[in-house]
């Protein structure tokens, strides 16, 4: 094949063109999506690993736009970041969660603990936390029912703002969990630095634990780690019985994943929590 003609600029010119043009249609479609109700969200069980018990959820931001159809999160988190827009949608997903957990509580759910993901400019906000007090107040919801999740790029971003922001939200006695642990930046520090409660490890280490003995390793002495720090541990991605056996087997507290249930609807969460065999 010919390389380096013509044609491949044009190619790669376009693609950025096309890249470009799509962001900017998700940029404009976003900012009507919240009044025009376009957003909900959907809810992924969190076992416990021993008992198969329901103990959280996380929530899971759906986006049907009028214009542009079904959009999934990884298309327009990022945009919605560029643009500020993050700010609003994620209050939209915290209040929407909770009120969810209420609605849960009062029907045979009981307690669980809902996770809802969180952005770094949502934590640069000095509001952040009473609109978390607001929001748990709201539902007469304890702060430990909920868990933000967050990533290892929210810490590095702020790091003075971000660490007195995380300190208010523990006096709170809301949870914080370190999600895609693994993926990006080397993060030994921030485990120590930070008063996490949750590491979640990386779907990209789970996936292989089964047939690689490098992710096999390299999961196990997460989970070590974890253990000694004194961390709750989640697996995401189990896709296979065989994963979720070997991860139960390396003390690993919570599993996530296909394996387990899909992001569901809330009714449908509901009844696999009645459907779910005593453990
Ligand atoms: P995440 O927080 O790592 O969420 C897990 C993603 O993995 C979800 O994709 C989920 O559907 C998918 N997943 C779960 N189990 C499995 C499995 O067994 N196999 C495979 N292949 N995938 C699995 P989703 O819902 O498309 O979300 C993608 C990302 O978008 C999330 O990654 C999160 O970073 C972001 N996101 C979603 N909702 C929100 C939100 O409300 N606020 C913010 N800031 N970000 C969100
Ligand atoms: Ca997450
Ligand atoms: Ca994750
Ligand atoms: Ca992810």
Not at 22 to 42: H, K, P, S, T
Not at 63 to 81: M, N, T, Y
Not at 121 to 130: C, I, N, R, S
Not at 217 to 236: D, P, R, T, Y
Request: charged share 20%; glycine share 8%.
């Amino acid at each position: 094949a010919k390389k380096g003609g013509r044609g491949d600029w044009r190619f790669f010119n376009d693609a950025m063109n096309a890249a470009a043009k799509d962001a900017l249609a998700i940029d404009g479609a976003l900012r009507c999506a919240i009044e025009d109700r376009e957003f909900r969200l959907v809810y992924q069980a969190i076992t416990d690993a021993h008992t198969g018990k329901l103990t959280k959820v996380e929530a899971l931001l759906r986006w049907k736009s009028a214009l542009l159809g079904q959009v999934p999160p990884d298309r327009f988190i990022a945009v919605a970041e560029d643009s500020g827009m993050i700010v609003p949608i994620g209050t939209w997903v915290l209040r929407q969660a909770c009120r969810q957990v209420a609605l849960w509580r009062d029907g045979v759910l009981g307690e669980v603990t809902i996770s809802i993901n969180v952005s770094a400019l949502q934590l640069a906000d000095p509001g952040f936390v009473a609109l978390v007090r607001q929001a748990l107040a709201d539902n007469g919801l304890e702060p430990h029912q909920l868990e933000l999740e967050l990533t290892e790029r929210v810490l590095i971003d702020d790091a003075g703002g971000v660490h007195a922001m995380l300190e208010q939200l523990r006096e709170l006695g809301v949870g914080i969990s370190l999600d895609d642990f693994g993926t990006g930046y080397s993060s030994l520090s921030y485990l120590t630095q930070f008063h996490l409660n949750t590491l979640k490890i990386d779907r990209a280490f789970v996936m292989n634990i089964e047939h690689s003995e490098r992710s096999h390793n390299l999961v196990h002495a997460i989970i070590a780690m974890g253990h000694s720090l004194g961390l709750q541990l989640v697996a995401e991605g189990v896709e296979t019985a065989g994963q979720a056996a070997i991860l139960e087997r390396m003390g690993c507290h919570y599993l996530q994943g296909y394996h387990i249930s899909r992001p569901i609807p809330p009714d449908e969460l509901l009844r696999f929590a009645i459907e779910r065999p005593a453990p």
